[in-house]
C-alpha cells in the first residue's frame, strides 16, 4: 500500500513463465490475499468471469479475468 492510499494497490504485472508462477487474475488474486483481502461469497457460481474479494476494511471489490463482457 502506498502511504495515504486506503486500499491496496491492485495492478496486473507479467510473470515469467516457469513451475509455480501463476499468470493473469489468478496471480493477482493470490497477491492481493497476501496483502490481507479475503474471498467473498455473493452467489457466484464460478462462470461470470470475476473473482469477488473484501479487503480488510470489509470493502467488497472485485478482479477480472479480462476486459468486461
Given amino acids: 500500500m502506498v502511504a495515504g492510499q486506503r ?13 509455480g508462477r501463476r499468470r493473469g487474475a489468478d496471480g493477482e ?3 492481493l490475499i497476501g496483502l490481507g483481502a479475503r474471498l467473498a461469497d455473493v ?3 464460478g ?16 478482479v477480472l479475468d479480462g476486459p468486461p463482457r
Fill in 7 to 19: 486500499h491496496p494497490e491492485a495492478r496486473q504485472e507479467p510473470a515469467p513463465p516457469g513451475p
Fill in 29 to 31: 488474486v493470490e497477491r
Fill in 43 to 45: 452467489g457466484q457460481t
Fill in 47 to 62: 462462470a461470470e468471469g470475476f473473482v469477488v474479494l473484501v479487503d480488510p476494511e470489509d470493502n467488497e471489490f472485485c
